[in-house]
């Protein structure tokens, strides 16, 4: 491979997570199968092909329900994430059981044609001008080629790849996809005998996938008022926007100008930031220029070190250095410009925690 990553080592968590997939997906066929006939109110028996048909069908759009569902209750609730570390395994999964469906599908209406089942299957409704009687077979596959991209590219190497935005933004069409599967069924299976089962099953996906997202977005849009909110405070008391966390590389610093004598360098490392003073006291080198290595801020010019939190040198060595305030709103870096006495004890703040 020619791009360099670092692969995801399986671990008891995903092997867990898989196995109990595997086993929900393998009964809930096994009951659509074997059990759900016996519930059945028709005069003549559904044929097998047509039942499997349908169990695989339901299964991926039920198992495309609940990875969409997964994000939003994440940002609802943090108990959610383990569900949301392992997703990736989960949307292949629906590619493949999808695929199956597709396979029962070409194998019970176009098994015996004359036509090659793929071009039967294209050719045999071409009334795109209607809504009643409309090809929805087309918005299937289109479905099911989004999910094979997805599955396709889910590996951690076309991650590193692709680079973090194009692979998010590839993987978004999964959105594409539930609305592709909502109409082929719509279209499709809702248009046959009145199932209310059925129909109710989808029309509690939609309203729950809606929903959920509808309600995840305003937290985040409270969250966002409320950051701004203690923002707008922060500042009227005399903080200093420092500028965003991902602005500063990790074990690195940026340096934030306070006015032309006076200089502070922020350290990101091990999820956490602390802020001292740009200037080393041995002979003024600037420290934000410098990294952290073995656990202290090191300057380029002499190597002269400093520990994060207070600014000393380790001993038995006696330097000091003035430290400052920080807080973290939302991925804002805040500043205290009043810079503490040399040596004085900060406590980091931890990224993606309380200031």
Not at 134 to 159: M, N, Q, R, Y
Not at 250 to 260: G, M, R
Not at 276 to 298: D, F, M, R, S, Y
Request: hydrophobic residues 50%; glycine residues 8%; contains cysteine.
């Amino acid at each position: 491979m020619s791009v360099q990553y670092t692969p995801v080592i399986w671990n008891r968590n995903k092997m867990v997570y898989d196995a109990i997939l595997l086993v929900a997906v393998a009964l809930y066929l096994y009951i659509f199968i074997r059990v759900g006939p016996f519930h059945e109110d028709v005069t003549r028996p559904i044929d097998g092909a047509i039942l499997r048909m349908r169990a695989f069908g339901s299964c991926a759009f039920l198992m495309l329900t609940v990875i969409l569902c997964i994000g939003p209750l994440a940002r609802l609730d943090r108990r959610f994430l383990p569900l949301l570390y392992n997703r990736r395994h989960f949307g292949v999964m629906t590619a493949g059981i999808a695929a199956v469906h597709a396979n029962y599908v070409l194998g019970w209406y176009f098994n015996f044609s004359p036509t090659d089942s793929y071009v039967a299957l294209l050719s045999s409704n071409t009334s795109y001008g209607q809504v009643i009687g409309f090809p929805f077979e087309a918005f299937g596959i289109a479905a099911l080629l989004i999910l094979f991209v997805l599955a396709a590219t889910s590996h951690d190497f076309w991650l590193s790849f692709l680079g973090a935005p194009i692979w998010k933004a590839l993987h978004m069409f999964i959105y594409a996809a539930y609305a592709f599967v909502v109409l082929h069924v719509a279209l499709g299976a809702l248009q046959g005998p009145s199932d209310p089962i059925f129909t109710g099953m989808v029309a509690a996906s939609v309203v729950m996938v809606c929903g959920l997202h509808f309600a995840s977005g305003r937290l985040e849009a409270n969250r966002e008022k409320g950051d701004a909110t203690a923002k707008a405070s922060l500042e009227e008391a005399g903080w200093v926007v420092a500028g965003e966390v991902d602005e500063i590389d990790d074990k690195c610093a940026k340096v934030v100008t306070l006015s032309e004598e006076e200089r502070v360098a922020i350290f990101k490392y091990d999820g956490k930031l602390s802020a001292v003073t740009n200037v080393c006291a041995h002979q003024n080198g600037p420290l934000g220029e410098g990294k952290v290595l073995w656990g202290c801020i090191t300057c380029p010019w002499h190597g002269y070190q400093y520990n994060l939190a207070d600014g000393r040198a380790p001993a038995p060595f006696t330097e000091k250095i003035a430290t400052y305030k920080l807080k973290l709103v939302g991925s804002t870096v805040l500043l205290d410009p009043n810079a503490l006495p040399p040596g004085t004890y900060v406590e980091p703040v931890v990224i993606g925690g309380a200031s």
